[in-house]
């Protein structure tokens, strides 16, 4: 009953290393989709994804690559990191069929960049 | 595209006085609504979903809220507060996307403080 998981935790990276943020759901759950939270902006939809092979953008997109090659991964990829992307990113997923459908979230994992 | 406001980035009652939260939401259709709950250093967790329907929608907690289409509001309340619900509360809508899908944009957030 593992539900969404993330890792790593914790992350701390220097300016320009690269990255991937890992996440898992075991609920054959077709939509996947990426968030970060800041102080003051609250959650920010990165990328999503409504199906294996299927990805699109959301509101802040850029410095970040997603792929969806499974129905239960959906790992975010930072090439090039940058202090502006110091954040907590959570990792959500839900059914498809409705807008009505609940997200269920990852516990987050914690980034920072020097 | 849909937006969502959340009016008061920090809310502060006293334990046992009412709370309200400020939603409004942009939607040209009539939209999906959400209340979620964020405890600190952990992922959010669903409070109510308004989809259609009864207006007044009940969740966990004593926590409820009502759909306003005239107002395009959403605002939650609880008759009673206590120190429990301290927490960072966030609205939300569901838009559909050009994919055939749906994705959920979230306002900004309230803090909630109870004070003693």
């Known amino acids: 009953n593992a539900g969404v998981t993330q890792t790593p935790k914790f992350q701390v990276l220097k300016t320009g290393q690269s990255m991937t943020l890992q996440c898992a759901q075991d609920?054959?759950?077709?939509?996947m989709s990426w968030y970060r939270q800041d102080p003051g902006m609250g959650l920010r939809l990165i990328h999503y994804s409504v199906g294996a092979g299927i990805t699109d953008q959301g509101e802040v997109p850029n410095g970040y690559n997603v792929s969806r090659s499974t129905t239960e991964d959906f790992p975010l990829r930072l090439l090039s990191a940058a202090p502006s992307q110091t954040s907590v990113y959570f990792c959500?997923?839900?059914?498809?069929?409705?807008?009505?459908?609940?997200?269920?979230f990852g516990a987050g994992s914690r980034l920072t960049v020097l | 595209a849909q937006s969502v406001t959340q009016l008061g980035s920090h809310v502060s009652v006293s334990e046992g006085a009412l709370v309200l939260l400020r939603c409004n939401y942009s939607s040209s259709v009539p939209p999906y609504l959400f209340w979620y709950v964020q405890y600190p250093n952990q992922g959010l967790q669903l409070l109510l979903k308004y989809t259609t329907g009864a207006t007044l929608v009940k969740g966990i907690n004593g926590f409820e809220a009502e759909f306003k289409k005239s107002e395009t509001s959403f605002h939650l309340t609880k008759p009673s507060a206590h120190m429990s619900d301290a927490a960072e509360y966030f609205c939300a809508v569901s838009e559909q996307t050009g994919t055939g899908g749906f994705k959920t944009i979230f306002g900004a957030g309230t803090r909630l403080f109870v004070k003693a």
């Open positions: 609920m054959n759950h077709e939509y």
């Open positions: 959500a997923s839900r059914t498809v069929a409705s807008g009505a459908n609940v997200l269920t």
